[in-house]
């Protein structure tokens, strides 16, 4: 391997450890803050947080913290070779750890924090303005808003149905949203830096995705004889979904358009 390589991955290496530090302490603390033992509650120590040791518990660092790792090295050799079209690598990397974090936060916690919401109307509107220009930003963020609020909607209406089901069933009703307003604010974001009308396609992608993994979810139900006790309980969190289909559109359009028929 060349050594201009070293470089890149230890770009790589560092951008996992920033989006496992942020989804380590933000949905405990929603502010920078040493990051805790999930065993012992105990802070870990720098040197042994960031040489990926044992916590002084005997603890040690969870999967997803390998597999982040393992990721972002792979994805920065893979920016270096290929850089995504208008964003080269530097961008490509800042805005892929961003991706990250929302992915990592929302899959394990449900959660699209509001902080992190707000940086990434910072850095989906510089992104945008530069690949797209204002006026296609501005819209594909309205755009993003807009349609996401309607289906927001919805899903409170959703919700509230579900809830009377519930008690039906003489079950206890919960708190679960179908979609939270983190994943309006989620969709404003990805909508900044799709542009208009990329977006509109992001978002169908992302929810065409969730509604395949959801379908799938109900089926697994059905076969082992289980719907009825799980399915009013089951949420799938979204976010993690238009993470996905936006880094098809901006790092991978090639696979986007040879997937779609002529």
Not at 163 to 191: H, Q
Not at 242 to 258: D, E, K, R
Request: charged fraction near 15%; hydrophobic fraction near 55%; glycine fraction near 12%.
């Amino acid at each position: 391997m060349s050594y201009f390589a070293l470089p890149v991955l230890l770009a790589g290496w560092i951008a996992g450890l920033g989006v496992n530090y942020l989804a380590d302490v933000l949905p405990r603390t929603r502010r920078f803050s040493r990051p805790v033992c999930r065993r012992c509650n105990q802070p870990w120590s720098s040197r042994a947080y960031l040489l990926m040791q044992r916590h002084t518990c005997g603890a040690a660092r969870s999967l997803r913290t390998w597999i982040v790792q393992a990721v972002f090295l792979a994805a920065a050799l893979a920016l270096w070779l290929m850089p995504p079209k208008g964003l080269g690598f530097g961008l490509g990397l800042l805005l892929l750890t961003y991706l990250g974090v929302v992915f990592v936060i929302d899959l394990e916690e449900r959660l699209i924090l509001h902080p992190v919401s707000l940086a990434g109307v910072v850095l989906g509107g510089g992104i945008g303005l530069y690949l797209h220009g204002l006026r296609a930003t501005l819209l594909g963020g309205l755009a993003g808003f807009g349609i996401m609020f309607f289906f927001y909607l919805l899903g409170v209406a959703f919700t509230r149905l579900r809830a009377r089901r519930m008690r039906a069933a003489g079950l206890e009703p919960d708190d679960e949203e179908a979609l939270g307003f983190g994943d309006v604010a989620l969709s404003t974001v990805l909508g900044l830096t799709l542009g208009w009308p990329l977006i509109w396609f992001g978002l169908l992608l992302g929810i065409l995705a969730g509604g395949a993994v959801s379908l799938l979810i109900v089926i697994i139900l059905l076969v082992v004889r289980r719907y009825r006790r799980n399915a009013l309980m089951v949420f799938i969190p979204y976010g993690p979904y238009f993470v996905l289909s936006a880094i098809l559109l901006l790092y991978l359009p090639n696979w986007i358009i040879q997937a779609v028929p002529k």
